[in-house]
């Protein structure tokens, strides 16, 4: 099932806030996604995990770096981003807010390292207290063919699903008690509310076993089957590949984030590759209905494979661009600012993430930014209308309508551009979203006046976007 309307005037727009903490999730569910017309928010992996204790070999300087949730360790709430009563609050009051909450889950693997974690779990490496011994993980040798018992090839089917993922404990996700536990936890989770899950590594677990994982799975509470976005990178030949996975789930938009990076920064660094390519945006890629899109996650902002915070309008811009032509589910990411790629999210001494605070640049909340939620906005208002009226000027410009019901231009070129565009839509004044709203019959910024031939003269800014639907007439 896609992720459906969760509140009034809602679509499908979701917000990932990537490593913000329970109680900053539920503030910003009530103060902002709920407010800007969000359906949806992905949180982190909220099971135990790994809590270093000591650092690694000397090129090792951060000792809680965002990864070490990745490594769970137990089924229990208590995480870097609060305890299990804050973690229920959260879901509580966003989905009060209207906005439904997906759970980032970790299914293939336990973790790799330590014996120490932030609920106190007992743990060592394939034991598990009350939950994993060693024979519920793949083996080197009888499981796994690789040498190491790690990954080494990526397109070899059996390495890829029974060996270890950078050396962290592989599930034996085909074992019956294994699926057992795992729904259990999954189910204890859309008990508390939560609407449907990112599965981690998904690649690593394969088809078969995600589907028989999702039939142990109850109805969310809205009686809805949750909704699944399944993590698998693109390049693997045909089982491997994501297309091969969109009968198990939706997948992650993890090429059509590259392909945008290229669209708006292509190689080398300060070229700017060509919107008119985006005409065709999607082409190629897995079906608009059984994918999650992106401009980044929290590993491509890191890897170089998607444009990052670090782009600033550029960023902005691509985001508008998908959220504003309608490939796919977007998700807009918003996490903290970082410079090595192993940093922490603003966090105690020991580990414990603090409140989000979008005023400090610690942060970084492109999910609130008025060039954002303009666009939320407008993909709510034009719904599945069709893409029309597309123009391009070959280069940096591009602008089409969204059947009768909007119209975008957006500009990726340092020089502002000025045109006549046919926008489909009824003679009037329209306030830009992009930067204004209307209140009472008011434009609170710029306005856009298309004439009787739905024709309108239009300024776009360098690095800039101007849009309006059917509804922000004034
Ligand atoms: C994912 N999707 O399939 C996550 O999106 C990705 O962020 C995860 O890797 C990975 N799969 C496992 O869930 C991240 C870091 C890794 C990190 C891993 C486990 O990118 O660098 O590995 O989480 O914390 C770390 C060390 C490794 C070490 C491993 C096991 O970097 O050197 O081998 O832990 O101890
Ligand atoms: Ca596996």
């Not at 599930?171 to 990112?198: C, H, M, Q």
């Not at 290229?262 to 945006?281: E, H, I, Q, V």
Request: hydrophobic share 35%; with cysteine; net charge negative.
């Amino acid at each position: 099932t896609a992720p459906g309307q969760a509140g009034p005037g809602r679509t499908d727009v979701m917000a990932n806030l990537f490593e913000w903490n329970w109680a900053s999730v539920a503030s910003e569910c009530t103060d902002v996604l709920g407010p800007a017309g969000y359906a949806g928010v992905q949180v982190s992996q909220p099971a135990d995990s790994l809590r270093r204790t000591e650092l690694g070999n000397g090129s090792d300087t951060v000792l809680h770096p965002w990864w070490e949730i990745y490594q769970p360790v137990s089924y229990e709430l208590t995480s870097r981003m609060g305890s299990e009563a804050q973690f229920r609050a959260m879901v509580k009051t966003c989905r009060k807010a209207g906005v439904k909450v997906y759970v980032d889950a970790v299914v293939n693997h336990m973790t790799g390292q330590g014996s120490v974690s932030y609920g106190g779990t007992k743990y060592s490496h394939f034991a598990y207290a009350g939950l994993y011994d060693a024979s519920d993980f793949h083996q080197k040798g009888t499981d796994c063919p690789s040498s190491t018992g790690g990954i080494e090839d990526f397109n070899n089917l059996q390495q890829v699903r029974k060996c270890e993922l950078v050396g962290l404990a592989d599930l034996r996700t085909d074992k019956p008690k294994v699926r057992n536990e795992l729904a259990a936890y999954l189910n204890r989770l859309i008990g508390y509310g939560v609407s449907g899950f990112r599965v981690d590594a998904a690649k690593h677990v394969g088809q078969d076993d995600l589907i028989a994982l999702q039939k142990k799975l109850n109805r969310t509470l809205d009686g809805d089957k949750p909704y699944v976005a399944l993590e698998v990178f693109g390049g693997g030949p045909g089982t491997l590949s994501p297309e091969a996975f969109t009968g198990a789930g939706a997948v992650l938009g993890l090429d059509a984030d590259i392909q945008l990076k290229n669209a708006f920064k292509s190689y080398p660094a300060d070229a700017t590759g060509s919107l008119a390519t985006l005409r065709d945006f999607g082409a190629g890629l897995p079906a608009s209905g059984r994918t999650l899109t992106f401009v980044q996650n929290h590993d491509t902002e890191r890897n170089g494979d998607s444009l990052n915070y670090k782009d600033g309008a550029t960023n902005l811009l691509a985001q508008q661009f998908l959220l504003a032509y309608g490939y796919g589910t977007p998700q807009v990411y918003s996490s903290f600012a970082w410079e090595a790629t192993d940093a922490s999210p603003p966090s105690s001494a020991d580990g414990i993430i603090t409140d989000t605070d979008c005023a400090s640049p610690a942060w970084v909340c492109v999910h609130a930014e008025k060039a954002v939620t303009g666009l939320v906005s407008f993909h709510n208002h034009v719904g599945r209308a069709p893409v029309t009226h597309w123009w391009d000027n070959g280069g940096n410009l591009i602008a089409f309508s969204r059947g009768k019901a909007g119209w975008v231009a957006l500009n990726n070129d340092k020089v502002p551009h000025t045109e006549t565009f046919g926008t489909g839509l009824a003679a009037g004044t329209y306030c830009d979203v992009t930067r204004g709203s209307v209140t009472q019959g008011r434009c609170s910024g710029p306005t856009v006046t298309v004439d009787a031939r739905g024709q309108a003269r239009v300024t776009v800014a360098a690095k800039g976007a101007v849009a309006f639907t059917k509804a922000d007439r004034v």
